[in-house]
């Protein structure tokens, strides 16, 4: 239960590491996991004192144990082993200290330690760390390369040597952390966090030498291999030698056999380039002398034939051809136009000889009442009525005398001797 306290009616030290002991004692014993890093074993002494540590998250307790618990394996367990301890939590209250006393001690073998990681792998495969689609393209030429190794090892120098021999401009940002041991894991993870927060790093590599499976535990924790998923910059794990297959290896977005192997596949070869180039430079050439020549044989095949030899010589063998079809139409014009100034004369002749002035030439008059009026029958008019004659020449006015139709023609007859010229006669 949570206490009641105030600056007024505070707590003694004395009761407060009292009550933390109290319910420390409440947790039981337990079985714990961890990684021993310190070892106390005095002669004589009837207590062995430990140092239980969690590489993941570099945290360490205390740990005490009666002699002839920690004999039962000492053949076995030293500095550095992974094991299994059944424990019970205890307060040491004078010193407000906490550690657990042992009442057994197993040791975690090589299989169990491997089925554990085949779970593990299983775990993140399942939530798609190791998918291939998520694994980023390594730069053709990285400017800058990250290297998380060992301070002075084997594999910081195969990795910087091959690395300068194949393309000696290369650079490199090298982070010294420890690659085996209850450190290894923190250090790495930050390593690797800090070259990735960098822009001007292109690519990482993780490497470390060849050793045992405990040695290389490092390389297949969680907490490791989720930093390296999370990564915005290309990873390439370079861990051990090729028999050897750390989680590392699947999370990373290349997997090189070994630290010289990494410096291959990161750094291209600049003797290997520059013949590269020079292929490409004699291929491309090639192609461009076999196009010219290509181009050429066509040109010379385009130019040898006849229309090119002789440009005008279709011209003047079809010019007669020209000629005649020229004449022809001439012909066929003049005739067309012969024949039609023939017809129009035809057609003039007949119409003027059809003509009401022909008709009149020949004598004939037309009698026209005065409101222009045709006169076709002596009964259409009157006694003394005024008529206009019209003629060849000219038209004049006549009168009519005899009421009757005799008289009229009569009348008609002589009307020319009597008449009075009209105004146009």
């Not at 394996?73 to 004078?94: F, I, N, Q, S, T």
């Not at 495969?125 to 998918?131: I, Q, R, S």
């Not at 630290?259 to 430079?281: H, I, N, S």
Request: some cysteine; overall charge negative; charged content about 25%.
């Amino acid at each position: 239960m949570a206490l009641s306290t105030s600056p007024d009616t505070p707590l003694p030290v004395g009761e407060v590491s009292r009550l933390i002991g109290g319910w420390i004692d409440r947790l039981g014993a337990v079985w714990v996991e961890g990684q021993i890093t310190q070892l106390s074993r005095r002669p004589g002494a009837g207590v062995v004192f430990l140092t239980l540590r969690d590489p993941s998250y570099d945290i360490s307790v205390s740990v005490t144990c009666y002699r002839q618990v920690f004999d039962a394996v000492a053949d076995v367990v030293g500095e550095g082993a992974r094991v299994v301890v059944h424990a019970k939590p205890e307060w040491y209250a004078p010193r407000g200290q906490l550690s657990l006393r042992a009442a057994e001690i197993r040791p975690v073998g090589v299989g169990e330690l491997l089925a554990r990681l085949e779970q593990l792998k299983k775990t993140l495969a399942a939530e798609g760390l190791f998918a291939p689609a998520r694994k980023k393209a390594l730069p053709f030429l990285p400017q800058l390369v990250g290297l998380v190794c060992g301070r002075a090892s084997a594999a910081e120098r195969d990795v910087l040597e091959n690395a300068r021999h194949r393309w000696p401009a290369v650079r490199f940002e090298v982070r010294n952390v420890a690659v085996q041991g209850v450190h290894a894991v923190p250090q790495v993870v930050q390593a690797v966090k800090e070259l990735d927060e960098s822009d001007d790093v292109d690519v990482i590599i993780v490497a470390r030498g060849g050793g045992s499976v405990e040695d290389l535990l490092p390389f297949s924790d969680e907490q490791l291999v989720r930093a390296v998923a999370a990564c915005r910059t290309p990873v390439v794990s370079a861990i051990g030698h090729e028999p050897d297959t750390p989680l590392l290896d699947y999370v990373a977005d290349l997997r090189a056999s070994t630290p010289t192997d990494a410096a291959k596949k990161v750094v291209p070869d600049v003797g290997e380039e520059y013949e590269r180039v020079r292929q490409l430079r004699d291929r491309a050439r090639r192609c461009v002398h076999s196009f010219l020549e290509r181009e050429e044989r066509g040109l010379a095949h385009a130019l040898a034939r006849p229309c090119m030899e002789d440009p005008h010589r279709m011209v003047d063998e079809r010019a007669d051809h020209v000629a005649a079809l020229l004449e022809r139409g001439r012909y066929t014009l003049r005739h067309l136009l012969d024949r039609a100034d023939s017809e129009l004369s035809h057609t003039h002749a007949r119409v003027v000889a059809l003509s009401p002035a022909a008709t009149l030439r020949r004598g004939y008059a037309v009698l026209q009442r005065a409101d222009g009026h045709v006169v076709r029958d002596p009964a259409e008019v009157t006694a003394d009525e005024a008529l206009r004659a019209r003629v060849a020449e000219g038209e004049f006015t006549v009168r009519v005398d005899a009421p009757d139709a005799a008289a009229s023609d009569a009348s008609a007859s002589g009307a020319a001797a009597s008449g009075t010229p009209a105004s146009g006669a």
